[in-house]
């Protein structure tokens, strides 16, 4: 199995930053991808970046294109996601989730962590 972890979620302003850390660990998997979604309340969880593992080519959602920006370290088996200029509307539990190749081409991730809750106050 494995294991997905999120770290550095909390409670910012409008227009502060905050970074999330997504730790991979567990049996071997190829990761082709991992990404972030998120899920604000009442609402349905949503694509918000994702990186791929070999070559670091990454895609955004609209909605935080220019402002969010996914990195990865492939020795720790780490994800980021460096969140600029935070807006309420970004208020929202953001989970962290891998690929396998297939899953990539199937949009469908294989492996969710539990999420970490990132609240932007007006």
């Known amino acids: 199995q494995v294991q997905l972890v999120e770290s550095g979620g909390g409670l910012v302003q409008a227009g502060d930053s905050l970074r999330l850390s997504c730790a991979a660990s567990?049996?071997?998997?190829?990761?082709?991808?991992m990404g972030w979604f998120r899920q604000a309340p009442g609402k349905e969880r949503e694509f918000v970046s994702r990186?791929?593992?070999?070559?670091?080519?990454?895609y955004y959602a609209d909605s935080v294109k220019g402002r969010f920006t996914i990195t990865r370290d492939n020795a720790k088996n780490t994800a980021y996601l460096q969140m600029n200029s935070l807006k309420a509307e970004d208020t929202a539990v953001y989970y962290c989730?891998?690929?396998?190749?297939?899953?990539?081409?199937?949009?469908?991730?294989?492996?969710w962590g539990q999420g970490t809750q990132v609240t932007v106050s007006s």
């Open positions: 990186v791929l593992w070999s070559t670091g080519n990454t």
């Open positions: 567990g049996r071997s998997f190829s990761y082709f991808a």
């Open positions: 989730a891998a690929y396998s190749l297939v899953g990539f081409a199937k949009r469908e991730p294989d492996f």
